[in-house]
């Protein structure tokens, strides 16, 4: 081999272990968005919050890591991709192990929001410096495959690594786990990935400002409902929301470097893909949620024996995943999204037959049904979204696709899981015996969790009546919400089919 051929091979070698510095991480921050499923039972036992705490404990990193993902991708451009994605690792590690030692659950809501604002800084310089670092189109194809697999896995295997490390720890390694790979970044960044920078990208702060709070006030908004709180608050923080979300539209048509090119939207193809995939991940988002803290307060397995129990469906995810770009150069790529999202549907009338007796094995092939039905979404939004608009928006483009499949599944969380609880909520009312003591009955009119703490405190015939009663009324929370997805999933399915039938197979020409 000669000097030139080896100085290559170690080139292609650094780009390959940078390629791992990148992906680790972007496996990791998605991870993060459902990692905290299982160990919601774990946080209620410790941190007493009440059953909109939850969710937001649960949904707030999601927003904040969607609403500023665009944002702190021009950030990166200005002041250096590799130098804000360090900022982030450094940042989102240290936070991790304040979150771990909190126990108020006020202080872990504002927490999770932080680190989703690290995470931001991080996303979109993981893809920015594959585009860097990966000159040869056929290396950078594998390359962001390599890291659009790892969003992938980091989604689906979340609740498998939180049963593990809850069985053997507590919820609080759900946090530290994000510790030694925030130190591998911090350390293996300046070493492994170039720097790249645009000094004349100009970042507009503002207008993330708006877009982060139309997505909080509409959500806090739907959170109040589902909570029976007074509806004119909850009407007012919908149509705040609203307003400040129009006027960010508005100052994005008007500027002439936008934060978000909302034109993109006029793109026929942009907008049927995203809007597909942003409604699957939702339609997903709640139910899956929902359905980890049924295994465990319903089902009564242990954070292990739920984790297990996803693994089937994860497993399938990951091959429809990794076939469907292969199906979609023979057929219509909306045929196999739509395909997918049928299949949903069938999963979703299934959770609606779920209760506190239903079998183990049909209770797994209800969400191995499900599951993998948006892998068609997940796997071939990006290629759409980014093969039909000009080579230079293709980072905006990209960008997009990133944000939609984070706030789907934050949306999905946030609004059907609020309708679980508020089915809950009506439900419980009136299953629950007479005679419970007021702190008690509270605490089961809150949530299922707050219900089963207060059944292990009362004699033993009062207890299993308010189990009995909770588990019931959460199954009924399940089957609601699977409605909803039902219907969510059914009317994507034939967006997909109609709105993208004019794409022709990846593997034919149009």
Same mark, same amino acid.
């Given at each position: 081999m000669t000097e030139t051929q080896q100085s290559e091979a170690r080139a292609d070698a650094k780009q390959w272990w940078g390629l791992a510095v990148l992906v680790l991480p972007s496996t990791l921050l998605f991870m993060m968005l459902t990692i905290l499923f299982l160990a919601a039972p774990s946080m209620a036992t410790d941190l007493r919050p009440t059953s909109t705490q939850m969710l937001w404990i649960l949904d707030i990193y999601g927003f904040v890591m969607a609403g500023f993902l665009v944002a702190m991708g021009v950030l990166g451009d200005r002041v250096g991709k590799r130098r804000l994605m360090v900022i982030g690792a450094v940042g989102f590690g240290a936070l991790s192990v304040v979150a771990a030692l909190t126990s108020d659950p006020a202080?872990?809501?504002?927490?999770?929001?932080?680190?989703?604002?690290? &995470?931001?800084?991080?996303? +979109?310089?993981?893809? *920015?410096?594959?585009? !860097?670092?990966? &000159?040869?189109?056929?290396?950078? @194809?594998?390359?962001? *495959?390599?890291?659009?697999? @790892?969003?992938?896995? *980091?989604?689906?295997?979340?609740?498998?690594?939180? @049963?593990? $490390?809850?069985?053997?720890?507590?919820?609080?390694?759900?946090?530290?786990?994000?510790? +030694?790979?925030?130190?591998?970044? &911090?350390?293996?960044?300046?070493? $492994?990935?170039?720097?790249?920078?645009? +000094?004349?990208a100009r970042i507009d702060l503002f207008s993330a400002l708006l877009l982060v709070a139309s997505l909080l006030g509409v959500i806090y908004g739907i959170k109040r409902f589902a909570t029976q709180e007074p509806v004119g608050p909850s009407i007012g923080l919908l149509a705040a929301g609203a307003l400040v979300g129009l006027w960010f539209v508005l100052r994005q048509l008007r500027a002439q470097q936008p934060l978000l090119d909302v034109r993109l939207f006029a793109?026929?193809? /942009?907008?049927?893909?995203?809007? /597909?995939?942003? #409604?699957?991940?939702?339609?997903?988002?709640?139910? %899956?949620? #929902?359905?980890?803290? %049924?295994?465990?307060? !319903?089902?009564? $397995?242990?954070?292990?024996?739920? @984790? $297990?129990?996803?693994?089937?469906?994860? *497993?399938? #995810?990951?091959? /429809? &995943?990794?076939?469907a770009p292969v199906l979609a150069r023979r057929f219509r790529p909306g045929s196999v999204i739509a395909i997918g999202l049928a299949t949903q549907v069938v999963g979703y009338l299934l959770f609606t037959q779920l209760d506190a007796g239903t079998g183990l094995a049909l209770v797994i092939a209800s969400f191995v049904l499900t599951y993998p039905g948006v892998a068609p979404a997940m796997a071939l939004t990006t290629d759409l979204v980014v093969g039909s608009v000009p080579p230079e928006k293709a980072g905006g483009a990209s960008g997009l696709a990133t944000t939609a499949n984070d706030l789907g599944i934050s949306l999905g969380v946030a609004v059907i899981g609020s309708i679980g609880v508020a089915a809950y909520r009506s439900e419980i009312a009136g299953l629950l015996p007479g005679g419970l003591p007021a702190d008690a009955q509270s605490a089961a009119n809150g949530s299922v969790d707050g219900a089963l703490v207060a059944a292990s405190q009362l004699p033993a015939g009062l207890g299993n009546a308010v189990t009995v009663a909770a588990q019931q009324a959460f199954s009924t929370g399940l089957n609601t919400a699977a409605v909803v997805s039902a219907v969510i999933a059914g009317l994507t399915a034939v967006v997909a089919a109609i709105r993208l039938r004019h794409v022709s197979p990846t593997g034919r020409a149009d």
């Open positions: 202080l872990m809501i504002a927490w999770r929001a932080l680190l989703g604002l690290f &995470a931001a800084m991080m996303v +979109p310089s993981t893809l *920015g410096l594959i585009f !860097v670092m990966f &000159a040869d189109a056929r290396a950078r @194809g594998v390359a962001i *495959g390599v890291w659009a697999g @790892g969003i992938s896995a *980091g989604v689906a295997l979340g609740p498998l690594l939180s @049963g593990l $490390l809850l069985e053997v720890f507590g919820w609080q390694a759900t946090f530290l786990v994000a510790v +030694p790979v925030m130190a591998f970044v &911090a350390v293996g960044a300046p070493l $492994l990935l170039p720097e790249h920078r645009d +000094p004349s793109n026929r193809t /942009v907008s049927a893909a995203l809007a /597909v995939f942003m #409604l699957s991940a939702a339609a997903l988002g709640g139910v %899956y949620s #929902l359905f980890t803290q %049924y295994l465990q307060s !319903v089902q009564g $397995l242990s954070p292990l024996q739920a @984790g $297990l129990a996803i693994l089937p469906a994860a *497993g399938v #995810l990951i091959v /429809v &995943a990794t076939s």
